[in-house]
Every structure is written in structure tokens, then in C-alpha cells.
């Protein structure tokens, strides 16, 4: 049992992502993309205040959008049998864009049980 509590606690905190410890819009921007291209949905502000070092602003949330955003185009645009295929977990930030990105996911996540 404390085996189990302790990869949970691992797996937990290596998908935790912090957010950046600046004021710095560029670095806000950034962060957003990165969130966005490992498939994490996005966060509301007051969500990111609570984790973040210091209370962010409107210009460094707008920072994040627009990261997240452009990111999230690019997450969306690549092969998502492929991302099922590597047993990543599909958040559905891709489902306004592609409706069919979903199915095409989960048909990877399905396929890399398949015997060939």
C-alpha cells in the first residue's frame, strides 16, 4: 500500500505544472503554450492566481490566452491516433476544433492493444 501512495504522489506532481514565477508576459506566454502542448485544458485566472507565487493581472492571463491558444492550434494539429498510440491522455481541449480528433484518439489508444 505504500508503494501504491507513493507513484500515485510521483505521478501526481510530475504532471503538475507550476506557473511562472515572473511578471513577465513573454514567460506567461510561454507557459500557456507549453500547458496547452502537453494537452492540459486551460486554466480560468483565478485558478492560476491561487498557484501562482504572486496574484497575476489581466495582462499577464491575456499573456497566457494567447500562449495557450497558439498552442493549442498546434497540439490540435498533429496526428491524434498517433498521441493515442502513445498512451497519452486526451483532455478534450482539441473537441471545438476537430470533432472527430476524440475518436481518432481513442482509435490510437485502442489500436496500440490491437495484435497485429
Given at each position: 500500500m505504500k508503494y501504491l501512495v507513493l507513484v500515485f504522489s510521483i505521478v501526481?506532481?510530475?504532471?503538475a505544472q507550476s506557473p511562472p514565477s515572473t511578471s513577465n508576459v513573454d514567460d506567461w506566454q510561454l507557459f500557456g503554450e507549453q500547458t496547452a502542448m502537453k494537452g492540459y485544458t486551460k486554466k480560468d485566472e483565478a485558478t492560476l492566481s491561487k498557484s501562482a507565487a504572486s496574484p497575476i493581472d489581466s495582462e499577464l492571463y491575456a499573456a497566457y490566452d494567447k500562449g495557450y491558444e497558439a498552442g493549442r492550434i498546434e497540439y490540435c494539429s498533429q496526428n491524434p491516433r498517433s498521441l493515442g498510440r502513445k498512451g497519452e491522455q486526451y483532455?478534450?481541449?482539441c473537441d471545438d476544433i476537430d470533432k472527430w480528433?476524440?475518436?481518432?484518439f481513442e482509435g490510437g489508444?485502442?489500436?496500440k492493444f490491437d495484435l497485429r
Open positions: 501526481l506532481f510530475g504532471c483532455h478534450g481541449i480528433f476524440r475518436i481518432k489508444a485502442q489500436s
